[in-house]
């Protein structure tokens, strides 16, 4: 009888051990890709900037954009709506990091553009579920003739289509 | 006795449910086994295996709606006879390769299965069968999955993603800014990738890159290339339209572009500059337009396959090309235009392969063009023109910005050379007689060894290496080049025939593995198309093994290897040259007695005055033969005027050259010299590579590309399109196959 006992003991005790030894293996073996896609982790997204020169006609600008929180990688940039500034912009390939980029673009054509205009799109990878912060600042604007004006920068989201 | 029956029966109990356990959870067994690598590759198949069979879902809803498709819904490779892909099954019963990642095909231009790719990360390799099976489409056999129109009554027109490339140049001294275009184009009723393996100068220092959507341009981020890869894959996966350009080879690179939409186009702007080569008054620009079918030794994955159009994977090789067959054409064409405007008054102009024309816009500038005639990208562009004088007007460029200065200066042979005989030599001459040099290409080289060997004096000596799988020579050791003597090595050349691999590697040995004569001048003629993708080995062998001889390359055919070429002479203190199909070997050959001729400059120094440089590429100054300048590119510090001196011994006696230098001079500038450098820098450090085993040499090389933006071996561009997510994850991959080049045979050269 005490036998049997200690015999349906350990059965019930390898019955509960082996499953709980077995599910951390479980949890090893990794997900399949529908439920990988559901929990994505990695966005694309693109982050529009503005510059708004007022009545002064912007000429040129340089700008810095970096993240101060969440985790970017920098994919693309593209240039902005105003027929001078379609151009994709060019960046400092010896200052970029994952998440810095300084910009910067130039025109000497007749038809520049005045207040506030998009002149560039950042594109971006946002790597993990953290909203990123942004610091954008703008290095400098320039009129035709090569003195600096006020202007100010913006960025905003931008749509996905 | 009772107590250990009593523990037996409880072990024997345990281990029964244990058995159980294990046999009804399959998973927890396998993910015990499962090694981390493992775990991916089970993730990536599980991933796949889901979206296969949605995939099938939506496949069998749509054929309930409408008669069955042609197209398969996993494409397998059929038997050898058959040809094509067949719908399910195995090969030869033991053989299972599935692509999981083609999706359902609908009625209409559907992809041809013979485009769609077999690469190591999109199937899934159930099992392999030992010996390899090889698929063989005839072209012919219904099913076999092809579209194609005619073109005319020999030709099958192919649609392919790639519709044209255009090459834009524009060449100021002896720097070329050259803009490659390739237009890219979705033909089918489905989402494609396409994937292109393309040449460029080997020297090319590429900069830019931009991929153009519509009408919106995306200019490409350069980054560390598996950081690069990651991007791409995970883009391309969530729908983006991506691109990604990587290097293969300092001379090969793969253009992928994700995500193309049904009927949508998609444009990669490359721009890169390269300096010229200068040689006794005349420029030559090269545009490559194909990749040749290269040859790895058995073993080699690391190398470049040439496989048939539609048998991607087959070759085992990192790197694959897929070559067209005689009698198919892709609609892929090229368009090219040079402005050349070079400073001094042009005198002639020479294209070998291709027809141009051509309009003068001054003495000093003119336009070139490549006939709408001559559109197929199956050889070199190759433009050689004659200027003025026989020096360049200014040998100095400079470049300064806030990183510093930089420059190149290119450094003339002094005149007094040619009044100088040479001294005797040891003439080895190597030719590849592997089967990609079959027909007009060996033809070429054996005529320039006959017309070689006829112009040796009464003190030279000389040898006669072949190779292909092995190698072997006309004799034992080199023998005296008299009449008796040249006339059995002319007849042993007139036996020589293309076959066979190309083990280049025996070639090297043969040729530089005897001892040398002290009392003669050794030189090494290797008459190559250089089609081999173990280049680093070839180069490390010469490295070690290059003692007193001097290598001279020979490039015979219209698309030859030129990096390896290059960097053959490079390393082997000596010079190149190439010989196209439309060229004269006697001509060429000419040329180069003239250079050996007369004695080198050997051991060159110069004192650069007042100029404070560094960084100077090459770090060693080559020998300077007559006739063939040197580039020299490094950096600088300071302006204004200077004198640089040149020494060198020639033989027993000292020659000294002096060179004046303008540093102010605005004329003489070009924004593209810092790349210029920092290419050379990382051709350098690429050099050390092949025989220094630094750990620290690909982070150095790293560095640089990043710091200046240019593309490396370590470094990649990539541009994702993030404003615009196409429907489902991502689109069937197509290769892009290209025509083998002009002149080579597809039947020696394409063997899987």
Known sequence: MKRATITLL???????????????????????????KKGIETVFAPLEIYIDSGDQELAAYQFELRAVSGKIKIVGVEGGAH???????????????????????????????????????????????????YEINLTVAASPDGSQIPATITLVQGEQK | MKTIIFLIKTIVIV?????????????????????????????????????????LEEAEKRSAKRAPSRTGRAFMPSSPTTGGYTEGGSVGGSSVIVDLNVAPRRAGRSIPDILLPCSADEIWVIARAETAVAVVDDGETPGCGTLMGKLDDTEDEVPLPLKH???????AGYIATVDVTQQFHNPYDEKIEAVYVFPLPQNAAVKEFI?????????????????AEQIYREARNQGYVASLLTQERPNIFTQKVANIEPGKAIDINIKYFNTLTYRDGWYEFVFPMVVGPRFNPPGSTEGVGAVAYGKSGSSDQKTEVQYLKPDQRSGHDISLSLDIDTGVTIEEVVSTNHVITQSSLGPERMLVSLSAR??????????????????????????QDERGGYFTLMLYPPDSLRHLKRAPMEMIFVLDCSGSMSGAPIAKAKDAIIRALKKLGPDDTFQVIRFSNNASQLGPQPVPATEENIRKGIKYVESLNGSGGTMMIEGIKAALDFEHDPRRFRLVS??????????????????QKLGASRIFSFGVGSSVNR?????????????????????????????????????????????????????????????LFVGRPIILTGRFTGSGETAVRISGNVGDMTQDITIPVNLSDNNAQHAGLACVWARKKIEDLSNQLTYDNNSDLPGEIKKVALNYGLMSAYTAFIAVDSAHQTDGDHGVTVNVPVPVPDGVRYDTTISY
């Open chain 1, 83 to 133: 027929p001078a500034y379609q151009e994709p912009p060019y960046y400092d390939p010896a200052a970029l990091a994952r998440d810095r980029i300084i910009i910067a673009a130039f025109n000497t054509s007749a038809n520049l553009p005045q207040g506030k205009i998009r002149i560039a799109t950042v594109h971006l990878q946002i790597l993990g579920t953290e909203t990123p912060d």
């Open chain 2, 165 to 171: 490339t255009d090459v834009a140049g524009h060449i």
């Open chain 2, 374 to 399: 001559d559109n197929i990208p199956n050889k070199d562009f190759v433009l050689r023109y004659r200027v003025a004088g026989r020096k360049l007007k200014s040998g100095l460029v400079t470049y």
């Open chain 1, 10 to 36: 350990i059965v019930i005790l390898t019955c509960i051990v082996v499953p709980v030894l077995a599910r951390p293996a479980q949890e090893d073996t990794v997900t399949s890709g529908v439920e990988n």
């Open chain 2, 526 to 543: 290797f008459m190559t198309d250089g089609y081999i993708g173990n280049e680093v080995e070839i180069m490390g062998a010469i490295q």
């Open chain 2, 15 to 55: 281990a029964i449910l244990l058995l159980l356990y294990s046999i009804f959870t399959p998973a927890l067994s396998r993910s015990r086994e499962l090694s981390q690598k493992q775990k991916e590759e089970y993730e990536r198949n599980m991933r796949a295996q889901e979206e296969y069979c949605r995939s």
């Open chain 2, 211 to 227: 991929m153009t959507v519509g009408d919106r341009k995306i200019r490409g981020i350069i980054r560390e290339r598996e950081e």
């Open chain 2, 563 to 623: 990096y390896l070429l290059d960097r053959m002479a490079k390393l082997g203190k000596g010079a190149v040259a190439y010989i196209g199909l439309g060229d004269s070997a006697g001509q060429l050959i000419d040329q180069f007695y003239d250079c050996i001729s007369h004695p080198a400059l050997t051991d060159v120094t110069i004192d650069w005055g007042n100029l404070e440089v560094s960084d100077i590429y090459p770090r060693q100054i080559p020998d």
